[in-house]
Structure formats: structure tokens, C-alpha cells
């Protein structure tokens, strides 16, 4: 199988451009999954990738060549080597695995749940990858279903939030340059922003029922339209001398506190019920 040394190839252009352009990203419907753990969630969820590219030496292990046999089968998709020293140079990361796979975003109509709404993310101009991923791996291990994200906010399918999310956007419905404040008003259950000038307290609260949480942007927090939106605005205790905390962590405290209410509510009909 030949391989791959030159930059100049039109295949590392295409990778190279998918790594770095959101717009080329959102033209082409195309983006980056980095690592096996990614490649193996795609392949259940929704299919093997269009492409695998592998390092030189990554193809020459016999012990990665054998696990991608556990994964696809012997049937792999195409498969590009790349010379190890290219290869470096269009990873997205700083210590490359070694395998890549050129994808098609997913539709949501390719999605194979159809949950309803019981608890829903808006997100409003969140900047960072690494929070978005966070969040979306938050949000889908505390089964939400809906994420909406509002004009921009840094974008969903990007090699780095795919990295930070391990996994997640395969669980999800995820919408990009969504109407937050429509969404907030058609939305069956409550809206709940999060605001670290609001007098009620996350932990006083009610999260009977489906939830949406909305979230704002790291610096600003969320714009007055969208707190004026909700139905209730919370704050999280924080007895310690820090002022806020992370988007992203207060995202998963909201999560699993939503998720221990629903079980405890779950617990005590059951017990009722005897």
C-alpha cells in the first residue's frame, strides 16, 4: 500500500483545511475524529467512517491492525497512510494516536433515538471547545437529548470539541445557530437560566418535569434577552472565596442534579406504589 509524504497531496490539503476551517467544515459537511475511542463509538452508532488515515508506523503494529479487525470487521474502510513525520504535521493534537478518520457530519435524521425532551441544553455564545466538549459529554451522560447552540458559539464538530466530547454528539441532537429565545418560549417543561446574580438557589429548586438549562458565554454570562427568557433564574452555592465557576462544571452540576431529583421522584412512586 503506497504512502503518503507530501504536503503537497490533495488529501493533506483536505485534511489540513478540515482541521483548521469551520467554514470549510460547515461547506463540506466533512470534519476529524482523532483517536480509536471516536472511530469505535462513529462505527456503532452510525457506521464506519469514509476514511481511515494512519500513521506508517501505526499501520505496522500488528496489535493495531488486529484491534481495527475487532472493529470493522473484513470489510475496513479505505485506508490512507500517511509517513509518520506527515503525519505529525496534520494532526490535530500534540502527541498524535496515530489513526484519524474523515467523516460525514451526521444528519438528525441519522440519529437512531427519538427521546423526548426530558432534559434539553441551550447554549449562548460559548467560545471555547474544550467547554462545549465538556458540556456535551456532561449532557449526554446525564441523558439529555436536545442541544441547541446559538450563532456563535465555537463550532460543534471541530476536531478539538470532538476530542473534548468523547463520544457525546453520537447521543445527541445537536442544532447550531439556533434561536435560543424562540426555543426558550416553545420549549413543553421549564427554562432555567443560570446566573451568578440570581437570589434562587439551584439546590431549592424544583427540576420536576422536562428542564431546559440555559448557559451563556464564559466571560459575559447570558445576555438579558435570554435571562428575561426563563422561567427561573438560579445561581449554585458556593461557599468557598471563588467568584464563579466554570461553564462547564456548573453545566454538570445542573445535569446530575436534575438526574438525582428524577431518581429520587422515581424512588418515592415506587415505594408508594407498594
Not at 469505535?40 to 505496522?60: R, T
Not at 478518520?101 to 435524521?109: D, N, T
Amino acid at each position: 500500500m503506497p504512502v503518503i509524504t507530501s504536503r503537497d497531496h490533495p488529501l493533506i490539503k483536505r485534511l489540513i483545511k478540515l482541521e483548521e476551517s469551520s467554514p470549510y467544515r460547515k461547506r463540506t459537511g466533512l470534519t476529524l475524529l482523532d483517536g480509536i475511542h471516536l472511530i469505535q463509538i462513529h462505527c456503532s452508532i452510525l457506521g464506519k467512517p469514509e476514511n481511515l488515515i494512519v500513521s506508517e508506523s501505526y499501520f505496522a503494529d500488528t496489535d493495531n491492525k488486529h484491534f481495527m479487525d475487532i472493529i470493522f470487521g473484513y470489510k475496513p474502510p479505505k485506508i490512507t497512510i500517511v509517513g509518520d513525520s506527515l503525519f505529525r504535521a496534520i494532526s490535530p493534537v500534540k502527541t498524535p494516536t496515530g489513526i484519524l478518520a474523515l467523516i460525514s457530519k451526521p444528519s438528525l435524521q441519522e440519529k437512531t433515538h427519538n427521546r423526548k425532551e426530558v432534559l434539553s441544553v441551550l447554549l449562548e455564545t460559548i467560545q471555547d471547545p474544550g467547554n462545549l466538549g465538556s458540556i456535551l459529554r456532561s449532557a449526554a451522560a446525564a441523558n439529555a437529548s436536545h442541544i441547541y447552540l446559538s450563532k456563535h458559539c465555537a463550532d460543534a464538530w471541530s476536531p478539538k470539541t470532538l476530542r473534548a466530547a468523547m463520544g457525546a454528539h453520537f447521543f445527541l441532537h445537536i442544532y447550531e445557530n439556533s434561536n435560543l429565545k424562540q426555543i426558550a418560549q416553545q420549549f413543553p417543561g421549564t427554562v432555567i437560566a443560570t446566573s451568578i446574580q440570581a437570589t434562587k438557589n439551584l439546590f431549592e429548586i424544583s427540576l420536576a418535569g422536562p428542564t431546559a438549562f440555559l448557559f451563556g458565554n464564559e466571560g459575559a454570562g447570558l445576555s438579558a434577552e435570554m435571562i428575561q427568557a426563563a422561567h427561573v433564574n438560579i445561581a449554585i452555592t458556593m461557599p468557598g472565596k471563588t467568584e464563579s465557576l466554570n461553564v462547564a462544571a456548573a453545566a454538570a452540576i445542573c445535569f446530575f442534579e436534575k438526574v438525582r431529583q428524577d431518581k429520587y421522584s422515581l424512588l418515592s412512586s415506587t415505594i408508594g406504589t407498594k
